[in-house]
């Protein structure tokens, strides 16, 4: 009966558990991603699911089909503005000789990293990676009088590829990048990288508010004459970081066609319809916590998960056997069997 009422209890006040934080509105009905964030699928493919699979999620808390046991589980997310950025430039330069490749591709570097005195970028925050320098080949016709004409492959030149890396510390400055970049025939920007600095001030932050989420739960369970042993075992920690470049979903704007060409007999061509893309990060409904859950650019996302299973003491059962023992003389004599 004590278990049939603590499952009541456990539904009636979890039952409506709703995230703190709003995430989405109808009109993001309409991104068509063709990727899921990996920690969606960690957490579609029972990264995060107890040892046990004989439970039942009630909440933020499963409760194990053992009457003395149960597991509070807390999810804890963290979006953090990083510190530094990292912006890879790629060009590609074709010449009759390697050497000539060499010289002109390296001219537009010198030019590039030149103007980025502009926004006070020193020599210290490039780097030049070479890629590749390969020959190139086209065909040449060889004519013969009798029989077919035969193809030939034969260099003609040679390829180039380089990368810029360059760091920076205001994620602003990225427009003013590609606009120099462009101005010297650079028009590949190959990725963006986040760094955050102190990290492990980050997840200090993560565990100590997860501990708390979990303290809290207890005290409210204390109020049901719940009581939980001192000993306890932590069944899993997890972190995961979840980086801007996997979070960007494509979409396209909805447009409807007019069918007022067909209907006059004239011509009717289409053009491209764009498709474009967007920052969407994780959804917060997938947390207890979420810490600075207002953003305005793309952020670092930390993920913290904590589940401490707890032993409830057991009940001493008053329907205890008694056993009697009756002697050849009649005798009866009560035995004490734990």
């Known amino acids: 009966m004590k278990t049939i009422l603590l499952s009541f209890l456990l539904i009636a006040f979890f039952g409506d558990f709703k995230p703190a934080h709003a995430q989405r509105n109808m009109n993001q009905n309409t991104f068509k991603s063709n990727s899921k964030s990996d920690y969606m699928m960690r957490r579609q493919g029972g990264d995060f699911q107890s040892f046990q699979?004989?439970?039942?999620?009630?909440?933020?808390?499963?409760?194990?089909?053992?009457?003395?046991?149960?597991?509070?589980e807390v999810r804890t997310l963290m979006n953090v503005k990083a510190n530094r950025f990292?912006?890879?430039?790629?060009?590609?330069?074709?010449?009759?000789?390697?050497?000539?490749?060499?010289?002109?591709?390296?001219?537009?570097?010198?030019?590039?990293?030149?103007?980025?005195?502009?926004l006070a970028v020193t020599e210290n925050d490039i780097y030049i990676d070479m890629i590749y320098l390969i020959p190139?080949?086209?065909?040449?016709?060889?004519?013969?009088?009798?029989?077919?004409?035969?193809?030939?492959e034969v260099p003609k030149g040679f390829e180039m590829q380089k990368n810029v890396h360059i760091a920076f510390t205001d994620i602003n400055k990225i427009d003013d990048l590609v606009t120099l970049a462009?101005?010297?025939e650079i028009y590949d920007l190959v990725k963006?990288?986040?760094?955050?600095?102190?990290?492990?001030?980050?997840?200090?932050?993560?565990?100590?508010?997860?501990?708390?989420?979990i303290n809290k739960e207890l005290k409210t369970f204390e109020k049901l004459?719940?009581?939980?042993?001192?000993?306890?075992?932590?069944?899993?920690?997890?972190t995961?970081?979840?980086?801007?470049?996997?979070?960007?979903?494509?979409?396209?704007?909805?447009?409807?066609?007019?069918?007022?060409?067909?209907?006059?007999?004239?011509?009717?061509?289409?053009?491209?319809?764009?498709?474009?893309v967007a920052y969407d990060q994780i959804p917060?409904?997938?947390?207890?916590?979420?810490?600075?859950?207002?953003?305005l650019e793309p952020v670092v996302q930390y993920v913290y998960t904590m589940q401490v299973k707890y032993t409830l003491e057991m009940p001493e059962s008053k329907n205890k056997k008694e056993y009697i023992l009756v002697s050849p003389n009649g005798e009866m004599k009560k035995l004490e069997i734990e």
Do not use: C, W
């Not at 010449?95 to 502009?118: M, Y």
């Open 136 to 152: 190139t080949f086209e065909f040449e016709v060889e004519k013969k009088l009798f029989s077919p004409s035969n193809y030939n």
């Open 86 to 118: 990292l912006a890879v430039f790629n060009l590609t330069q074709v010449g009759k000789t390697a050497v000539e490749t060499d010289q002109l591709i390296n001219e537009r570097i010198k030019n590039f990293t030149s103007d980025l005195t502009q």
């Open 225 to 238: 004459n719940i009581n939980f042993k001192d000993e306890f075992h932590v069944v899993k920690e997890h």
């Open 284 to 295: 917060y409904s997938e947390f207890h916590i979420v810490i600075n859950p207002e953003i």
């Open 192 to 213: 963006i990288d986040f760094f955050v600095d102190n990290t492990e001030a980050v997840y200090d932050t993560l565990r100590e508010r997860s501990v708390g989420y």
């Open 182 to 184: 462009a101005k010297n």
């Open 53 to 72: 699979t004989n439970q039942s999620n009630i909440g933020g808390i499963t409760q194990y089909t053992k009457e003395n046991e149960m597991i509070f």
């Open 240 to 276: 995961q970081t979840i980086y801007p470049d996997s979070q960007y979903s494509d979409y396209e704007a909805f447009v409807s066609q007019s069918v007022d060409a067909i209907k006059k007999n004239s011509g009717v061509s289409t053009i491209r319809k764009p498709v474009t």
